[in-house]
Each structure stands twice: as C-alpha cells, then as structure tokens.
C-alpha cells in the first residue's frame, strides 16, 4: 500500500503543471506515492478564452507572458519554447480536448496511462507548439504513445469521457480550488505548495510524519 496518495490537479495547457508533473514523478517512487490524476480545464471552449482573456491576441500574449515566469524556474527551461507558440498560426488552446485525451487513456489503462498522455501532450503544447484543441493533434499523440488508433479514438468521443471530465472539473470547484496545479494529500486534506523539488520532498517528509 503506497504511503501517501495525493489528488493532481491538472490542465494540460498550464506551464506550472509542467514544471510540477516532472517534479512529482521523481518524488514518487522516492516516497511511495500514488498520484491519482484529475482533470481540471480552467477555460473549457474558445468562448470561455474570450470570456477570461479577451480577444485571441491578448489571451496569446498574457499567458505567454506567465509561460516566461514558469520558465525562468523550470527544470527543463529549453522545453518551453515560447517563441515557437507566439508564431503559431492558431489561436492558443482551450484545455478541454487535451483533457479528454487524458481522461480517454486513463480509462483505457489506468493513472499511469493517464500521466503518459498527459506529458506527452504538454510536450506537444509547450514543447512543439502544436494545437492541442485539436482532436487530431490528440489522437496522433495516442498513437505516438502506443495506443490503438480506432480503440482510442473510440474512448475519446464517448460522451462518458466528456462526463468524467466535467466530475473532475466540479469536484475541483466543490474543493474551492481555482487555480492549478493543485496536489491534496488525500489522508489530510493538506495541499501541498508549488516549488521546487526540495520544498516539495519536505511537504512530503512533514505530510508522511502527520499520517504516521
């Protein structure tokens, strides 16, 4: 039995995640931690963009303003290629298709499954400065990651995907979180602050003393 399992939060589209998804695998075999992955798209259409950022240009610009922030404490820095996404031809990505994505490869083979599809979307996103809104940038990313095309494809467009998606999404409300990437220590409660790894690894050590 793992010594602690901690809810994750995620939304493939945040740099912060990035940064804190590298952090906790290494952490994890290091404390015996199960992650159980969840899904929170903060702006979950291309009218929920508008509603949050303004026009396409804005919304561009100001997050790619915070992509510089999360680089600067990345890390891996070289794996955020901002330039790259500020000459995309497309206007920056929603999260709610890369969520289904996720969400598709979890039921399909489990948290680790789930983990897999999520870096390597946000490889995609942040890295290669694809379109991850596109349901085609995600399923070639399934297929890369050794899924069975028609299979996932399957998964990804049963509506039971999409409503697991919104569980996750509701549940996170329901915690009041708002922002992410957010990690709870399920036994506690606690929720574990964003930093590096050291200060991550002595969250753990004090959340492990708690539940001794």
């Known amino acids: 039995m793992p010594a602690l399992t901690i809810d994750f939060f995620h939304d493939v589209v945040c740099c912060w995640c990035f940064n804190i998804s590298s952090r906790m695998r290494s952490l994890t075999e290091e404390f015996d931690l199960d992650i159980r992955h969840r899904t929170f798209v903060l702006q979950a259409s291309r009218a929920e963009m508008a509603t949050r950022w303004g026009t396409p240009e804005d919304a561009r610009e100001t997050i790619l303003g915070h992509w510089a922030v999360c680089r600067r404490v990345s890390d891996r820095p070289e794996l955020v290629d901002i330039d790259a996404m500020r000459a995309a031809a497309f206007d920056y990505p929603h999260g709610m298709t890369a969520a289904l994505g996720c969400k598709a490869a979890e039921r399909i083979c489990g948290q680790a ?32 990651s050794g899924f069975e095309a028609a299979a996932f494809a399957k998964v990804f467009d049963d509506p039971y995907t999409a409503q697991a998606v919104e569980a996750d999404r509701q549940h996170a409300r329901a915690l009041q979180d708002r922002s992410i990437p957010t990690l709870i220590v399920r036994k506690t409660g606690a929720r574990l602050v964003n930093g590096p790894r050291e200060d991550l690894a002595a969250q753990l050590r004090t959340a492990l003393r708690l539940v001794a």
């Open 113 to 144: 499954a789930h983990w897999q599809m999520f870096d390597r979307l946000q490889r995609a996103h942040l890295s290669e400065a694809r379109n991850i809104a596109d349901p085609a940038t995600v399923l070639h990313a399934a297929r890369e």
